[in-house]
């Protein structure tokens, strides 16, 4: 089983009462975490570092890929 397998007793020890997760057969599925507080700001901060991109749309006539249909 896999809890036998896991070295860290104590983890193993908390995993029936963790309510975030799963255990089917041998895999472990996790619940959806609630966002951190912080994490919009730091979003917003990470996002005002990344270069603003604007791709010009190609021109109509000319095709994409290969010859026109």
Not at 2 to 23: F, W
Not at 40 to 46: D, E, H, I, L
């Amino acid at each position: 089983m896999l809890l036998e397998r896991v070295p860290n007793v104590q983890v193993v020890a908390g995993l029936p009462g963790n309510s975030a997760l799963e255990v089917v057969g041998e895999a472990a599925k996790l619940g959806k975490a609630e966002e951190p507080k912080l994490m919009p700001p730091f979003r917003q901060f990470v996002n005002g570092m990344l270069p603003k991109v604007d791709f010009p749309e190609p021109p109509s006539c000319v095709p994409l890929f290969g010859s026109p249909a």
